[in-house]
């Protein structure tokens, strides 16, 4: 009885110590709980012993789509979204904050301006008047007369005809009564100043003011013009927007010239080309963006000359001159003004391979506004004996950047 009872002490203590070497067999996986987006699942496995192994089978959470905006969010309202879950078909909603005003600073012809809905802000820097309206100050009082395009500004008294020098030019007339203690000179008052205008928000123009008959005295009246010289292809465009200030005695007023047309497309900037190489008489060269100019005529001349109508201007510096005619398209935004020396530049003029001479610019009519062609002079003052020479002379310039050659033999 000893003998038996012994071995089975012996097998009892083994398995109680999981024992004696048995290693459990698990079954496949049973899922006992469906995990779903929001609760945990189950699973267990069972060995061929009875031991079973459970497991959790973590949530994954909501998986939700692409949002779907049901109420679009404003300058002072809420937007608001929602998303759908692809497993479970949950919807969120969201809440999209107001964003709030985002103003563009005031300009003379607007006032504060949102740039996301057009709400507006206080009043525009300027007085807006236009063609009838009268303004009444203390210094001054005035009404818009007409606004116009012309070619040939003039003004009759009696049987006198007053003409303005300018080519091409857009007027805005004012009645105009000086209510100031001191005569309105007719020329260079600082009283009238920062006459702008702006086409296509891109194109500057300065203007001045011209006052036909002379002073206008206290309590006196008379016509005040406000002349900017501008291309003649601007008279035809419709679509182009013309904005034209300009301050009296510290008054700022401002004039919708042409609203313009909004077209869908924007337009692309042109990126700027170099343009530089050798020229010849007829050869027209531009960069695409700021100039387009042909070499008109190489010539010499002891006074170098234009004439624009009746009137000759003159170049009256130095004995003799190498003149070097260019048509010129001014494509900036900004006027090409004479002796302007930061786009047309480096003038020079190399002589049998070792004399040098520099140049200046000369622009009879004084600038080339934006848009508007003319002539531009580069002159070199060079002896006399250079014409009826053969050794090489060789004319040298850039424009904005581009270098240009030209053989003058």
């Not at 709980?33 to 909501?62: N, Y």
């Not at 003409?163 to 004012?174: E, F, P, R, T, V």
């Not at 100019?293 to 624009?308: D, F, H, R």
């Not at 002539?375 to 424009?399: C, G, H, K, Q, W």
Request: glycine fraction near 8%; aromatic fraction near 10%.
């Amino acid at each position: 009885m000893k003998r038996l009872v012994f071995p089975l002490l012996i097998l009892v203590c083994c398995f109680s110590l999981g024992g004696c070497g048995h290693s459990h067999e698990f079954s496949e996986w049973v899922v006992t709980k469906e995990v779903s987006c929001t609760t945990d699942g189950e699973r267990t496995r069972t060995c061929a012993c009875g031991e079973t192994e459970t497991e959790v089978i973590p949530s994954a959470g909501h998986i939700y789509g692409e949002p779907t905006v049901i109420r679009e969010v404003s300058c002072e309202e809420n937007g608001e979204e929602i998303r759908t879950c692809t497993v479970c078909g949950n919807v969120a909603t969201e809440i999209i904050p107001a964003t709030g005003h985002k103003y563009a600073a005031a300009t003379k012809f607007a006032p504060k301006t949102c740039v996301r809905c057009g709400a507006t802000d206080g009043e525009a820097l300027a007085k807006i008047v236009a063609v009838g309206d009268s303004v009444e100050c203390k210094s001054h009082c005035f009404t818009v007369e007409s606004i116009g395009f012309t070619a040939s500004l003039r003004e009759k008294r009696g049987y006198v005809t007053y003409s303005h020098n300018s080519q091409y030019a857009l007027a805005i007339k004012l009645d105009f009564t000086n209510m100031d203690k001191e005569a309105l000179e007719q020329w260079h008052s600082p009283r009238i100043s920062d006459m702008t205008m702006e086409y296509k928000g891109k194109y500057h123009y300065e203007g001045e003011y011209w006052i036909p008959f002379g002073d206008i005295v206290p309590l006196g009246d008379d016509s005040v013009y406000i002349v900017y010289e501008v291309p003649s292809s601007m008279e035809d465009d419709v679509t182009g927007e013309i904005l034209a200030s300009f301050t009296i005695d510290g008054e700022s007023y401002a004039i919708v010239v042409q609203k313009g047309i909004k077209e869908e497309s924007v337009e692309q900037p042109t990126e700027a080309l170099d343009a530089s190489g050798d020229l010849a008489i007829g050869t027209e060269v531009t960069n695409n963006s700021t100039f387009r100019l042909t070499l008109n005529e190489l010539y010499y001349t002891a006074k170098p000359s234009y004439k624009t109508g009746n009137v000759t201007h003159s170049y009256g510096i130095g004995d003799y001159h190498l003149v070097c005619k260019l048509d010129y398209t001014n494509l900036d935004t900004q006027a090409l003004r004479t002796w302007d020396t930061s786009r047309i530049k480096d003038l020079k003029l190399t002589f049998a391979g070792e004399y040098t001479y520099d140049g200046v610019l000369w622009i009879p009519e004084s600038e080339i506004v934006p848009l508007a062609s003319g002539y531009a002079f580069l002159i070199f003052e060079v002896p006399r004996n250079i014409e009826d020479s053969t050794d090489p002379l060789m004319l040298t310039f850039s424009v904005d950047g581009s270098v240009f050659t030209v053989n003058c033999r």
